[in-house]
């Protein structure tokens, strides 16, 4: 019975998320620090942690399409993407010089992000926030003597139909998380207050009413 307690499963609500409707799946999902700059203020940038995931619509050798998705929990409306199918993807490896094709993209731009990720020291990516709603990520690796862009994705920002159901799903995903997450708050209070009633006591007096 305490397992279940302590164990919280999210993934009903999750699986309510409007990007990844029709079949898409998540392969990668973490918070990366960004340098973010601006149109005419090439001289000043701001660090902020931006949330990557990519998502793939089938897998392998079908593999039909890639989304790259870049949110921030300090806005909601901030929401820009980078769409790839096999359609577009040649303009892609020309213009990027990718020794890969199609189906190895993905692999790429996982490796990519987690080396941002892990490597914060050697790898940056910056965010160049452009005019029509517009934006480009640079990968950026710091070497000795010079600093070398190893990739650059092309943005595109969310209209204002993609913005409000961003905003809606995860405006009642933190609603739906705060819920369960006091329900299960109640069900511990009740379990401690059967097993143990001294410690509860003890507890009250330093947890918020």
Known sequence: MQENLIQIDF?????????????YKIIY??????????????????????????????????????TLE???????????????????FQVVKTNQKLNTDFFGYPEVCVKTFRRCQLEQQHFLPI??????????????????????????????????????????????AVKSKFQILNAKIKDIHELVKVKNPQLLLHLQKYLPN
């Open 29 to 66: 999902n973490e918070e990366i620090s960004f340098m973010i700059k601006f149109p005419d203020q090439e001289d000043q940038s701001i660090a902020e942690n931006i949330r990557v995931r990519i998502m793939i619509l089938g897998n392998g050798k079908d593999l039909q399409q890639l």
């Open 127 to 172: 965010l160049y926030i452009q005019q029509n709603a517009r934006a480009q990520v640079n990968i950026v690796q710091t070497l000795e003597y010079k600093e070398l862009t190893l990739i650059t994705f092309e943005m595109i920002a969310g209209d204002e139909e993609i913005i409000k159901q961003h905003v809606y799903y995860k405006h009642g």
């Open 11 to 23: 993934s009903q609500i999750e699986s309510l998320d409007p990007c990844i409707q029709g079949g």
């Open 70 to 88: 870049l949110s921030s929990e300090n806005d909601l409306f901030f929401y820009y993407f980078h769409t790839v199918d096999k359609d577009n």
